[in-house]
């Protein structure tokens, strides 16, 4: 049809750029767009049942599966990715696809960082999905022309990051090492460069949420922007929520059984995502904690740091001596040791807190639950959505992290247990303030989930895009 428009989708592997993509390219097709994703061969399995369930029910979506080069080795699959994955061996596949098939757009993630000239160089009209939200991008932004940074005398005195609408609060030891190292301030490589030359971006936001940041990085910042999130929200039945990004670790009836026993809000979440690898040391601090703020608790240990051979220990070298054994007994936690099936529990009305190391994709899944946080960041972008989190909406306490770690890097030390009590008490303890932080973030939550709804200004977005598409074929 001529008014058909189609759009292929290109997700980068890794929990925090795949996930949310091919939720992007779900939304576009439940408006009616014919969405196609490109993965490399062994890159549908953790997707595809979800996307043969959007087929069933009569979505234009799906999967494309790139015929690699003889010889050449795929990428590292799935959730295993880092972001320095490479996915070069892609290219010569993308661009004859391209050739072959013309579609009105291909929205790609900027980890694919040889994409932009392969793509240009066709003639298809490029988007860029970085995965981040708008104020940590503007508040980054910022930094780089201002650089307060550069101003203070160690690595702990705080900085105010100057032209923002709010009081934003940092120290260096917080920054991602691209800021502090020589030239880290100006902007910005091939990965960036790539953003000015393409159609624009889109963006797994929603304007309520960071109206400001919204506004400085669509005027300042971006070409063109649309802002289409909480993109997690297109997950609408139980077995999406249980099987999104991989096969969980425990079986949902028996996570939901253990929930659907807890009273509303009492169970706090516990999460770091799916790339961070956290000390034993660390997770002896959180176990502690945990157990001593008395709070029930869900806490889904993914990836552990083994610092003598820099790779992954085991998940029971951390545990404190019979700490299973009284959850057990208490039935006050439950220990998930790999995937959690993170939607499900969220949005799960048992659940009133979420300690979040604050990946931009948790944040939003968080705040579309409507549940306020403990913030524990590490690494990427992180810190910065704290203080979205705990400054700027006022939704979640910080537990007091100081250290950015690269993601391949030993983290320094751990918080201690003082803290994680500390924090989880405040957001728990049905205190006043705690009160205020739960009205605000089941609020927010509401907002999130009307954004996307026909007339919402995330739906809104979607449409715009799409018709700049249509209005593209036309001339
Ligand atoms: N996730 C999940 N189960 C887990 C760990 C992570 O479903 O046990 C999902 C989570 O819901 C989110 C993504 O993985 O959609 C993590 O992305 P985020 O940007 O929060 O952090 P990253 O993993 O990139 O650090």
């Known amino acids: 049809m001529a008014d058909e428009v189609e759009m292929f989708f290109f997700p980068f592997m890794g929990g925090g750029h795949q996930i949310p993509m091919i939720d992007i390219a779900r939304l576009f097709a439940s408006h009616g767009v014919k969405s196609t994703i490109v993965v490399a061969p062994n890159n ?23 015929d690699l080069p003889p010889g050449s080795k795929p990428p590292n699959s799935d959730m295993s990715a880092t972001p320095f994955t490479d996915t070069s061996m892609l290219q010569e596949p993308l661009r004859l696809l391209l050739i072959a098939r013309q579609p009105d757009c291909i929205v790609v993630d900027m980890f ?13 009209p490029r988007i860029v999905f970085n995965g981040n ?7 980054q932004q910022l930094m780089r022309i201002y650089e307060p940074h550069e101003k203070v005398q160690s690595e702990y005195e705080p900085f105010e990051i100057p032209g923002l609408p709010d009081r934003i609060v940092m120290t260096r030891s917080q920054l991602p090492h691209f800021h502090k190292s020589q030239g880290g301030g100006k902007p910005r490589g091939r990965m960036w460069n790539s953003e000015d030359r393409s159609l624009g971006v889109v963006m ?6 960071e109206p400001a940041y919204v506004e400085g990085f669509k005027k300042e910042m971006a070409k063109k922007a649309w802002v289409v999130g909480p993109v997690s929200l297109c997950n609408r039945n139980v077995e999406d929520k249980a099987e999104r990004g991989q096969q969980a670790a425990i079986d949902e009836q028996s996570c939901l059984s253990w929930l659907n026993a807890k009273e509303t809000n009492s169970v706090l979440y516990v999460s770091f995502g799916s790339l961070a690898r956290l000390t034993p040391k660390q997770l002896l601090e959180i176990a502690y904690g945990l ?30 001596s019979g700490f299973e054994e009284r959850l057990k007994e208490s039935g006050k936690g439950l220990i998930i040791k790999g995937w959690a099936p993170q939607l499900l529990i969220l949005e799960h009305p048992s659940v009133g807190g979420y300690m979040t190391h604050c990946g931009w994709n948790s944040t939003l899944e968080g705040v579309s639950a409507g549940v306020p946080m403990v913030t524990f960041p590490h690494s990427a972008e992180q810190f910065f959505n704290e203080k979205l989190i705990t400054d700027v909406l006022r939704i979640g306490v910080q537990v007091g992290s100081m250290e950015w770690t690269s993601w391949n890097a030993e983290p320094g030390p751990p918080v201690g247990r003082e803290k994680v009590e500390a924090a989880v008490r405040k957001v728990m303890d049905g205190g006043e303030e705690a009160a205020e932080m739960r009205r605000k973030a089941k609020d927010l939550g509401e907002k999130a989930k009307r954004a996307v709804e026909q007339g919402g200004s995330s739906y809104e977005d979607a449409e715009a895009l799409i018709q700049e598409l249509k209005s593209r074929k036309k001339v």
Do not use: T
């Not at 939200?133 to 508040?139: E, L, P, T």
């Not at 797994?204 to 949420?209: G, W």
């Not at 709070?295 to 545990?319: H, M, Q, T, Y």
């Open 112 to 124: 694919h960082r040889w994409s932009a000239d392969v793509i240009d160089a066709v003639g298809v």
């Open 133 to 139: 939200g708008c104020f940590s991008r503007y508040a």
């Open 291 to 320: 157990e001593a703020s008395g709070c029930s608790f869900i806490w889904a240990v993914g990836k552990i740091f083994k610092p003598s051979e820099n790779g992954e220990g085991s998940r029971e070298d951390w545990l404190p």
């Open 204 to 209: 797994n936001s929603f304007i309520d949420l």
């Open 44 to 66: 549908a399995l953790s997707f595809q049942r979800s996307i043969a369930r959007d087929q069933d029910s009569g979505r234009p979506i799906s999967i494309h599966p790139l």
